[in-house]
Structure formats: structure tokens, C-alpha cells
């Protein structure tokens, strides 16, 4: 029922709303990364972040920090963020924030299975793991040898278990199959978390629509570029897109047999939402392709928090803090290395 949420929204969502939106006021303005960029080193960058939200999760690390450090502890204040906001919740509210973490799930899953396939010690794998995707079964991924095992092992008792559905496979895992099931994992997972939000209706399904059907076409695009080349079929890599979407369906029939990046940009430049993202970047090139969708993101995220009254500002708020835990890794990174010059490269700057 669109436009009455105000009627009872703040029975069970107000308190939580309040948070959320205290929480966005604390996120690294343009100001703090103007400063951030002039920093000479990381304890320079420590004692900046003092001033912010990041100041009590860092004050008590010795010199000399190190990057991993600083990206460690900032995730940290996202995760402490994500966890009271969900024992706060009630449902849908609560159903819709584990929906938030799903996709880190799905990540964790293929960094541990990659990993075993390259022989690495899964004790250091799982201290990669995002901390937002972690579950209780996940150490013994390292056992599996191929899709079905992986599955009858380990993942039937996860939320994940549904969109294993099209993945089970007895073929043994190797570095395709593993790419191949991330996509499908992640599109059923897009798909099933859109239909959630589409069941809740009013303006979370208005503004949700519209944040998963950009990330469903931006992985559409991602798929297609990162495919050309390979041994994946038209028909296997448009089995790996979205079933909705700005570029669903006529776009997905274009992008499936694009075989050139110059391909790919004249399909997206009939959207004009994505016109304006490929006129950023010269014919032939696709490196400024991540940071062009990235500040678009930002740009919608952002626009979440202009509307009451809808849960989208939950999904916008940790999307916003990962994109600036990106960006302080970045500017850490080209700190440590002595390559200023570079920090505005790939900073996405969000207010």
C-alpha cells in the first residue's frame, strides 16, 4: 500500500530508521578524503580517521599499521553497525537485513573453494573471509570435490541452500566451474531477494527495484566483458543474467553475443541511464568501467535516503560504508606505496 507507510512505519521501524540515518552522518565526506589524500603516512591516516566514526576501533593499534589493519578494523565498525540494527529488527525488517548478507556468503563460498583448488591453507582463508558472510559450516568447504558434495556438505543447512538448485553439478570443480557458479549463485540470489522486496511493496519496492535491477544490469555487463574470449557460450552466458532489469530481456539478447568491449557499449549506450556511464571511457578500453558504475551506485544509494519510511535505506547505508572501506584501502594502499599521485583514481567520493 503505497504512500500510508507513514501509518505504521514507525511502530517497528522508526527507532531503527533514526539509527541508520545517524549512521549515514558519519560517513567520510569529500573534505576528509581532500585530507586523507594529503596524508604522508598510515599513522598519518590513523590520526585523521581519529576524528570520525573509525576513531575508537583504531586508537588502540602500535605503529607501524599496516593496510590490512586499517581495512580490518573499519569493517569491523560496519559489522558492530549491521549487527545491533538486526537485533533490533523485527520482521520483514530482519528477514530483509539477512538478505544484506547473502551476497558475502556467496563470496566467502568461492574465495574458500578457489583457494583449496590452488592448495592454499584454509586456516588463511577463512581470515579472508568477509566477516559479514561467515557461517558455522564454513571451514569444511576445503572437503568437497565437486558441486554436489559441496552442497549435500556443507550448504544444505545455509540460507544459500535454494539457489544451489541450478548449480548441482557432479563435475569437479575448477576454476571456470567456480566462476560460473558465482553468477549463478548470485542470480538467484538477486532474483529471490527482488522478489522480497517486491512482496513487501510500497516505497522499498519502488527504491529496491531500482538499486537490484542496476546491480542485476551491472553484472549483466561484467559477465559479458569478462566472458569474451572464453569458452562460454552465448547460450551458458546468457543463462547467467538476471531475470529482470533495465537490459531485460532485449539487452540480454544484445549482450549475449557481443564478442568486443566496443560491442558491449553500443548495446548499453540504447539505455540512457548507461549512456551517460560508457561516455566516460574512450572506444576499446574498460578500465574506468568499474569506478563509472560504482559512482552511479553511489549516485542511487545516495538518492535512497531523500525518501521516509522504506527499508531501502538499510541496504543503501552498508552499501555506502563498503564502497568507503574501498576507498580507504585504496588511499592506504597508494599511501604505503608512495603513489599520491594516483589516490583520485579510483576514490569514489559520496557527499
Known sequence: MYGFEALTFNIHGGYLEAIVRGHRAGLLTTADYNNLSQCENLDDIKMHLSATKYGSYLQNEPSPLHTTTIVEKCT?????????????????????????????MIDNVVLIVTGTLHERDVQELIEKCHPLGMFDSIATLAVAQNMRELYRLVLVDTPLAPYFSECLTSEDLDDMNIEIMRNTLYKA???????????????????????????????????????????????????????????????????????????????????????????????????MLDKAFYEEEVRRLCLAFEQQFHYAVFFAYMRLREQEIRNLMWISECVAQNQKSRIHDSVVYMF
Do not use: W
Open 76 to 104: 569491523l565498525k560496519l559489522v558492530d553497525d549491521y549487527k545491533h540494527m538486526l537485533c533490533q529488527a523485527t520482521e520483514p525488517m530482519s528477514t530483509f537485513l539477512e538478505y544484506i548478507r547473502y551476497g558475502h
Open 189 to 287: 540470489y538477486l532474483e529471490d531477494f527482488y522478489k522480497f522486496c517486491q512482496k513487501l511493496g510500497g516505497a522499498t519496492a519502488e527504491i529496491m527495484s531500482d538499486l537490484l535491477a542496476f546491480e542485476a544490469d551491472r553484472r549483466a555487463v561484467n559477465i559479458t566483458i569478462n566472458s569474451i574470449g572464453t569458452e562460454l557460450t552465448r547460450e551458458d552466458r546468457k543463462k547467467l543474467y538476471s531475470n529482470f532489469g533495465l537490459l531485460y530481456p532485449y539487452g540480454h539478447e544484445e549482450l549475449a553475443i557481443c564478442e568486443d568491449i566496443d560491442q558491449v557499449r553500443g548495446v548499453m549506450e540504447k539505455y540512457p541511464p548507461y549512456q551517460a556511464i560508457f561516455s566516460k571511457m574512450s572506444y576499446g578500453e574498460s578500465q
